[in-house]
Structures are given as structure tokens and as C-alpha cells.
């Protein structure tokens, strides 16, 4: 059984559905720098740069975050 876990603050997240209003594309990852009640996460992207392309708010059934722990298998 698949089960995403919510963002916290810091975590790496991919964008799953991207709003027309924010300037992102699905796909891009970018850092949970806000958690907004009921359900919302404010995300900073970076340009190459290293430089803050932009921040977005996105609930969080449009962001999936990025598991860097190793899960058990069996």
C-alpha cells in the first residue's frame, strides 16, 4: 500500500498539479518553507542560479514529498 506522508518543514517536494496562478510546472522540486492550515504549503524554487525563482502555495495534495529514508522492503 502506497501512503504519502505530509510535508513538513524542509522537506523536498515534487510538484504533482500545478495551479494556473503559480509559476511552476508538474515536476519541478522545490523546500516546504511555511505550513499553512488546513492544508496548504507555501514551496521555494530555486533557479539555477541558486537564487529563489519563485515561491508558491500549493495544497498538499499537489506536492509529493521526496523520501530520502530508506523504507523497508518485505
Do not use: H, K, W, Y
Not at 12 to 34: F, I, K, M, N, Y
Not at 50 to 70: H, I
Amino acid at each position: 500500500m502506497n501512503q504519502t506522508r505530509r510535508p513538513n518543514l524542509f522537506d523536498l517536494v515534487a510538484v504533482l498539479s500545478a495551479p494556473g496562478e503559480a509559476d511552476v510546472q508538474t515536476g519541478d522540486v522545490g523546500t516546504v518553507v511555511e505550513i499553512l492550515p488546513p492544508d496548504a504549503v507555501e514551496v521555494e524554487f530555486l533557479a539555477r542560479s541558486g537564487r529563489t525563482r519563485c515561491v508558491a502555495t500549493l495544497n498538499v495534495t499537489d506536492v509529493l514529498v521526496l523520501n530520502r529514508q530508506r523504507t523497508p522492503v518485505g
